[in-house]
């Protein structure tokens, strides 16, 4: 049924949801009249001017690093950490990163209310008092799935209010069978447009094609495309701990120079830093995680992605021969490690 009451009934052997997520602007009064989301920044008119960001996931970081790199005055806004749900030594070392080359963070602070004023600027507060004035402000803290949109109740689907998102089997098949979904939309799954692509087409196969293979959602390498760019892939060292136990985990870093920082005076005292987390209780130390922070970072993961998903150890990357000069030739001489204290001191070229 439309919005003018039109109906239309159809008929379907299979039914596929891929209605995605939108940005959510949480429940902050005036938030909805007075900011922009992460999808709106593309699609202004004018230069965001003085800008704050709302929140500390890696949309709300990348948002503010592009806009700080054009020149604009950039402000974070962080409730408690940087990165949920990333390692949080890289998490740090991005904030600070940040902060050095013109991004300003404000820490344990949440806004209460947005109000426009005459000039069309916005009004922040915080604990309902001003705390400042702004030409645009960015709403970051989170995304809510589109399954709302949908009359889930009516044709049974199995439906979380709080986040939006339907609950689906390893099959992406929901509470009804000939009903599937893939992206987003999906409670508990990782939200990368490249994991629907992948689990649609295998979706599709298996429908389809004859074929068998489900998606596997795990070890799934993502980058975070800050001004100083972060790949991983696998656990992170808090995750590891908690799921494998801190006596089984074995945490190896470094930090290495990037050739093509060396002879710039602006980054002489900025460093790349990789980590490799293995369990320490497996045969040859197999690799649970593995992190790079520097140029093309995403770049340097997707090859070491293939590397984690087929179940290499540190034995394997210690094998290798480093390609020199390159930053990620550090991963096959890394011997510092980080529970013996030793800090992540290497070299460059």
């Not at 986040?163 to 009903?179: F, M, R, Y």
């Amino acid at each position: 049924e439309d919005k003018k009451g039109n109906k239309e009934q159809a008929t379907f052997k299979y039914c596929l949801i891929a209605c995605g997520g939108r940005p959510s602007y949480g429940d902050y009064p005036g938030a909805h009249e007075c900011c922009i989301s992460s999808d709106d920044i593309f699609w202004q008119k004018k230069p965001p001017g003085k800008t704050l960001v709302i929140g500390a996931s890696y949309i709300a970081l990348e948002c503010a690093g592009f806009m700080a790199g054009f020149g604009f005055d950039v402000t974070v806004m962080v409730r408690s950490i940087l990165l949920r749900g990333f390692d949080q030594d890289i998490a740090e070392m991005i904030g600070k990163y940040m902060e050095k080359h013109g991004v300003k963070f404000v820490r344990g602070t949440t806004p209460s209310k947005f109000e426009r004023t005459e000039s069309g600027q916005v009004r922040v507060f915080v604990k309902d008092a001003e705390y400042g004035v702004y030409d645009t402000v960015l709403m970051a803290v989170g995304r809510t799935g589109c399954a709302g949109w949908l009359n889930c109740k009516a044709a049974g689907l199995e439906y979380k209010e709080s986040n939006g998102k339907l609950v689906c089997n390893d099959a992406e098949q929901t509470s009804v069978p000939h009903i599937y979904c893939v992206g987003d939309v999906i409670d508990g799954k990782p939200e990368l447009t490249p994991v629907a692509i992948q689990a649609g087409r295998l979706l599709v196969r298996r429908l389809f094609g004859g074929s068998a293979k489900l998606m596997d959602y795990s070890d799934v390498a993502t980058a975070v495309f800050t001004p100083i760019e972060y790949g991983t892939v696998g656990y992170s060292e808090e995750d590891a701990k908690k799921k494998l136990g801190t006596e089984r985990v074995k945490v190896y870093h470094c930090s290495a120079m990037p050739l093509e920082w060396n002879l710039n005076s602006e980054r002489s005292e900025d460093m790349g830093y990789m980590k490799v987390i293995v369990d320490k209780e497996t045969p040859a130390e197999k690799v649970v995680g593995v992190h790079v922070l520097g140029p093309n970072a995403g770049e340097v993961i997707q090859g070491l992605s293939v590397a984690v998903k087929a179940g290499c150890t540190k034995e394997h990357f210690d094998d290798c021969v480093g390609i020199h000069p390159t930053f990620a030739e550090s991963y096959t001489t890394m011997t510092e490690l980080k529970e013996e204290g030793k800090l992540p001191t290497k070299g460059g070229c």
